[in-house]
């Protein structure tokens, strides 16, 4: 589901900043940018959002800033002069042909020192942005939850749609059953005198039995009718725990016994009632993906 939080807070004259967006996605996938001085805290930070939005494609972002210097990366004086020294040594160096960039020579190897107390920042670093993708987050699930309801109402009109056309086919089912076994009696014992074939009456049953256990639906219907009553118990939970993935499971499976109804029974209420079915269990589907 979509979602977007933002924190941020100055402390000491160091200011962070963190901002969390969330889009629909089947599974968790987080792309995380950090300043590079944070880089150390990417895989506990991926951890964090991972436990706070268990499903879609999460973007964050932080920005420090730290006006104070007092964490500022040391110039190696050492290392600088003798960068320089080697410099002047090239003939269009020294003769002042060619100038030198001390931006550039900032970049060399060994120039720029990490600050002596580098773990103490980074310590505070931790629990500062530890905070505020916590705050971030919180602001997502607001969010989302908001968006949640919306869902929540579509999917029930769903469910009230699939909920009636099922008891339509099952008050009909029946009927439907006893016209084909009493068709396909007519057609038998046509058959046999047309044939001329002496048969025995329990021949005929079998045969009748047979091809309409083939066509019977009464299992699907039970199962489908099952699928719907665990469907509005997750629709229904109080738990915390997340029913999207269950849902996307759900609704293939129901998708399957509305398939297995409509190749089996071949009415021409019950096939129209089966598309209106299976048309709503398809809207179900695409909700779902925007399910935590």
Same mark, same amino acid.
């Given at each position: 589901?979509?979602?977007?939080?933002?924190?941020?807070?100055?402390?000491?004259?160091?200011?962070?900043?963190?901002?969390? *967006?969330?889009?629909?996605?089947?599974?968790?996938?987080?792309?995380?940018?950090?300043?590079?001085?944070?880089?150390?805290?990417?895989?506990?930070?991926?951890?964090?959002?991972?436990?706070?939005?268990?499903?879609?494609?999460?973007?964050?972002?932080?920005?420090?800033?730290?006006?104070?210097?007092?964490?500022?990366?040391?110039?190696?004086?050492?290392?600088?002069?003798?960068?320089?020294?080697?410099?002047?040594?090239?003939?269009?160096?020294?003769?002042?042909?060619?100038?030198?960039?001390?931006?550039?020579?900032?970049?060399?190897?060994?120039?720029?020192?990490?600050?002596?107390?580098?773990?103490?920042?980074?310590?505070?670093?931790?629990?500062?942005?530890?905070?505020?993708?916590?705050?971030?987050?919180?602001?997502?699930?607001?969010?989302?939850?908001?968006?949640?309801?919306?869902?929540?109402?579509?999917?029930?009109?769903?469910?009230?749609?699939?909920?009636?056309?099922?008891?339509?086919?099952?008050? *009909?089912?029946?009927?439907?059953?006893?016209?084909?076994?009493?068709?396909?009696?007519? *057609?038998?014992?046509?058959?046999?005198?047309?044939?001329?074939?002496?048969?025995?009456?329990?021949?005929?049953?079998?045969?009748?039995?047979?091809?309409?256990?083939?066509?019977?639906?009464?299992?699907?219907?039970?199962?489908?009718?099952?699928?719907?009553?665990?469907?509005?118990?997750?629709?229904?939970?109080?738990?915390?725990?997340?029913?999207?993935?269950?849902?996307?499971?759900?609704?293939?499976?129901?998708? *399957?016994?509305?398939?297995?109804?409509?190749?089996?029974?071949?009415?021409?209420?019950?096939?129209?009632?089966?598309?209106?079915?299976?048309?709503?269990?398809?809207?179900?589907?695409?909700?779902?993906?925007?399910?935590?």
């Amino acid at each position: 589901m979509t979602g977007f939080g933002e924190a941020s807070i100055e402390v000491g004259g160091a200011h962070y900043f963190v901002e969390v *967006r969330s889009l629909n996605s089947k599974y968790f996938k987080a792309v995380i940018r950090l300043p590079e001085e944070f880089q150390l805290l990417e895989a506990e930070i991926e951890t964090q959002l991972r436990h706070r939005l268990q499903r879609g494609s999460v973007f964050m972002t932080a920005n420090y800033s730290d006006v104070t210097g007092e964490f500022a990366y040391q110039v190696n004086d050492k290392a600088l002069s003798h960068y320089i020294d080697q410099l002047m040594k090239v003939p269009q160096v020294g003769t002042g042909k060619v100038s030198i960039d001390l931006g550039a020579l900032l970049t060399l190897p060994g120039v720029l020192q990490p600050p002596s107390d580098e773990e103490q920042r980074i310590a505070h670093a931790r629990t500062t942005m530890h905070d505020l993708v916590e705050t971030a987050c919180n602001k997502v699930v607001e969010m989302r939850e908001r968006e949640g309801q919306y869902v929540l109402t579509d999917l029930r009109l769903h469910r009230d749609v699939i909920t009636d056309r099922l008891r339509h086919i099952t008050g *009909r089912a029946p009927n439907v059953m006893g016209e084909f076994e009493k068709r396909l009696k007519g *057609r038998i014992q046509q058959m046999i005198k047309d044939l001329g074939l002496a048969v025995e009456p329990v021949d005929i049953v079998r045969e009748i039995a047979i091809a309409a256990e083939r066509a019977d639906i009464s299992e699907e219907i039970a199962r489908l009718s099952g699928h719907m009553i665990q469907f509005e118990q997750l629709l229904a939970g109080t738990e915390s725990k997340p029913v999207g993935r269950t849902l996307d499971f759900l609704t293939q499976e129901m998708l *399957r016994e509305a398939n297995t109804i409509a190749s089996k029974c071949g009415d021409a209420e019950i096939s129209r009632w089966t598309v209106e079915i299976k048309g709503a269990i398809d809207r179900i589907k695409e909700q779902v993906q925007n399910v935590e």
